[in-house]
């Protein structure tokens, strides 16, 4: 069966600085993943994907993620940092019929 | 274009009742699949349907059916309901199967149901 682990509940940075989100993954083929992000009693709003391709993918808020076959993981990225971003963020693994399986989330703080 | 709309956006319900939720996706789309979200956790995949049939069903009790109307609109139906079913419910569409980016759920507000 599919999982994927977001191995940090919470992470804290400060605005201007670089953030990473981790997430690992488990699957058996080739993995199309995603990253979505959630605010406050708000539904969930796609950020990226990786299906094929460029190990690097960029998405949208200046947002990137890095594909690493061979650690498993689609850690979430982004240059500068936002008050703006603070929100939850899941990452996702997706099966052949199209089903999502999401990480436990990991909550994004950026303060000033 | 129009999101993914959901209906209603909160409800309140007892045990043992039933409760009927809605969904339109994104013009053009014509899979639906629902999530549940509890409190603190990420969603859980309930069903998936494309062209009004059931594509898949994750590992919810029979309380939990689904439908798919013509229009592509889409119902989640619990029945007697429990304490436990109190979350957020979502509802995500995507592209046809053979169109680019058909890979792609995007998600709805969802609907807060609280069961007392």
């Known amino acids: 069966a599919q999982s994927v682990a977001q191995p940090e509940d919470q992470v804290n940075v400060a605005e201007g600085n670089p953030l990473t989100v981790k997430c690992t993954y488990s699957v058996s083929g080739n993995p199309y993943l995603f990253w979505y992000v959630q605010y406050p009693n708000r539904g969930l709003q796609f950020l990226l994907k990786?299906?094929?391709?460029?190990?690097l993918v960029k998405g949208s808020y200046g947002f990137e993620a890095e594909f690493n076959k061979s650690q498993t993981s689609f850690h979430l990225k982004k240059p500068s940092a936002l008050v703006s971003d603070s929100a939850l963020y899941f990452c996702?693994?997706?099966?052949?019929?199209?089903?999502?399986?999401f990480g436990t989330g990991t909550q994004l703080k950026v303060e000033l | 274009d129009a999101g993914v709309t959901q209906s209603p956006t909160h409800l309140i319900k007892t045990r043992g009742q039933q409760v009927t939720l809605r969904c339109s996706p994104i013009s053009g789309h014509k899979s639906v699949s629902w999530y549940q979200q509890v409190l603190g956790q990420g969603p859980q995949f309930i069903f998936q349907?494309?062209?009004?049939?059931?594509?898949g069903r994750g590992n919810f009790p029979d309380r939990f059916s689904a439908r798919q109307f013509p229009n592509y609109s889409s119902e989640l139906n619990v029945n007697a309901l429990l304490l436990g079913d109190s979350a957020l419910y979502l509802c995500?569409?995507?592209?046809?199967?053979?169109?680019?980016?058909?890979?792609?759920?995007?998600f709805g507000p969802g609907t807060r149901l609280t069961v007392l």
């Open positions: 996702a693994v997706r099966d052949r019929g199209n089903k999502l399986t």
């Open positions: 349907y494309y062209e009004k049939e059931e594509r």
């Open positions: 995500a569409s995507s592209k046809p199967g053979t169109q680019q980016g058909a890979d792609t759920q995007y």
């Open positions: 990786y299906i094929t391709g460029d190990n």
